[in-house]
């Protein structure tokens, strides 16, 4: 079986993960983790895939709770491609061959225009020709044998209602690719407009069966203006998912604060005021008093007494974090932490009942506390105001380091392409991918 083991690095505030997908069949290029806190399931970093070698991989996950029991879930699928954060080339616009009243589309292309919560930032959209019966999309041939039990799933997405189904399928060929038989039908209504929902399909591998392909069907007959958009598109085995064993880490007394885009320069955090004898370190005094400001304003009438109200959504906490670096060294750090400008996760051991928070930073400042400019102690403290936390891969892990963009071998190529620092972001200039 595959499988899920975490490891604990005394004085690191990371855990470190290492995925093991040798056993299912299949070609699988990454997988995807979740933090599981009490049966609610969080994808690490926003659900960016980890990128598997040989099956195998080891990720960092920083974002962990402190003194409360939480586990993972690894999830490796068999075909690939289907997150479509890289690309769609691995989808067929067009299946006949084993269909008499198949159909054909316009286009098929990976678009960021939407896509399902937590998945990343991309989804296959996938126009039909128009006025075409029985429409069929399908992934490439992986690996299986007779008697697997092969489970298709997706997010299925369209832009407007029509008079046909939508379902998942599962397509099942012999060693020589020549087709046997389909599991799943298309007798689905939903979803609705403009809404997510997650389409599903259970098959078993009949006698000869040495490859299978999964896909979505459509019956009905769209027309040229309907988009279908599709997320997380996956086959899968009972294989395909591990999960960890719980584990807890245990703060000792001792906070984080964090960059998860960069977490070279996470900062312990001494919670103990005794700790401001100690000559080093770096010390949490508090968060300053929260605040949510109001999106409103009064649009004053002429020979009116009340004016009318404009108002909008209650803005999130701002705050301030105020913390004591004990040496030169400690300053650094908070400077260093600081410095990228993204979000920061500042966490404190779970009996302070300070929830884990993500900040987005202003403009942050640091004093003295004494008269003698010899002593390195110095007082910092940073605004912020509450935010979610960062989009993308944390920096350093495979596919985001600056030698994996490997794509172009010169800048000026990548521009000439159109290219930008989202597409990097988003892994479009390296191979590994």
């Given amino acids: 079986m595959s499988s899920v083991n975490t490891f604990q690095t005394p004085g690191r505030g990371y855990i470190r993960l290492e995925l093991d997908f040798t056993t299912p069949a299949g070609n699988a290029l990454d997988a995807k983790v979740w933090r599981n806190v009490g049966g609610v399931l969080t994808p690490i970093r926003d659900g960016w895939p980890a990128l598997l070698s040989n099956d195998k991989a080891v990720i960092y996950d920083t974002e962990f709770p402190l003194d409360t029991e939480f586990s993972y879930r690894a999830f490796s699928a068999l075909n690939v491609d289907g997150g479509f954060e890289a690309s769609v080339d691995a989808w067929d616009l067009v299946h006949n061959s084993e269909n008499a009243s198949g159909g054909m589309w316009s286009s098929i292309t990976r678009s960021t225009d939407f896509f399902a919560p937590g998945t ?3 989804s296959l959209k996938a126009v039909p020709v128009g006025n075409v019966a029985t429409l069929i999309l399908v992934s490439e041939e992986f690996p299986v044998v007779a008697g697997n039990v092969v489970t298709a799933t997706a997010n299925v997405m369209v832009n407007k209602f029509f008079s046909g189904g939508i379902g998942m399928h599962v397509r099942w060929y012999t ?15 939903w979803p ?21 392909r999964v896909g979505l069907v459509i019956n009905g007959t769209p027309d040229s203006t309907m988009a279908f958009y599709l997320d997380e ?7 395909s998912t591990a999960d960890s064993s719980a584990t807890t880490y245990l703060s000792g007394g001792t906070g984080w604060w964090k960059d998860p885009l960069h977490p070279a320069t996470m900062i312990p955090l001494q919670i103990d005021r005794r700790a401001l ?3 080093q370190g770096v010390v949490w005094l508090g968060n300053g008093d929260r605040q949510r400001s109001a999106d409103a304003s009064v649009l004053e009438i002429p020979d009116a007494e009340r004016g009318s109200a404009i108002f909008a959504r209650r803005k999130a906490i701002r705050s301030a974090v105020s913390v004591v670096a004990l040496s030169q060294a400690d300053t650094l750090s908070v400077v260093a932490l600081h410095a990228s400008g993204a979000p920061l996760l500042l966490q404190v051991p779970a009996k302070y009942l300070e929830p884990d928070t993500y ?10 506390i004494a008269g003698d400019a010899k002593v390195p102690i110095r007082v910092h403290q940073s605004s912020y105001q509450d935010v979610g936390p960062p989009v993308g891969p944390a920096e350093g892990v495979l596919g985001a380091r600056y030698q994996d963009l490997d794509l172009f071998t010169t800048f000026a190529q990548a521009t000439a392409a159109t290219k930008t620092w989202i597409d990097a972001l988003q892994g479009e200039l390296s191979t590994l991918t």
């Fill in 233 to 239: 598109m996956y086959a899968s085995r009972p294989s």
């Fill in 277 to 279: 004898c100690s000559g």
């Fill in 192 to 212: 609705s407009p403009g809404e997510w929902a997650v389409e599903t399909q259970v098959g078993t591998a009949p006698a000869t069966t040495a490859f299978a």
């Fill in 120 to 122: 990343g930032v991309a």
């Fill in 175 to 189: 060693a020589a690719h020549a087709f046997i038989s389909t599991s799943g039908t298309a007798d689905d209504l």
């Fill in 359 to 368: 900040g987005l930073h202003g403009d942050t400042g640091s004093g003295r």
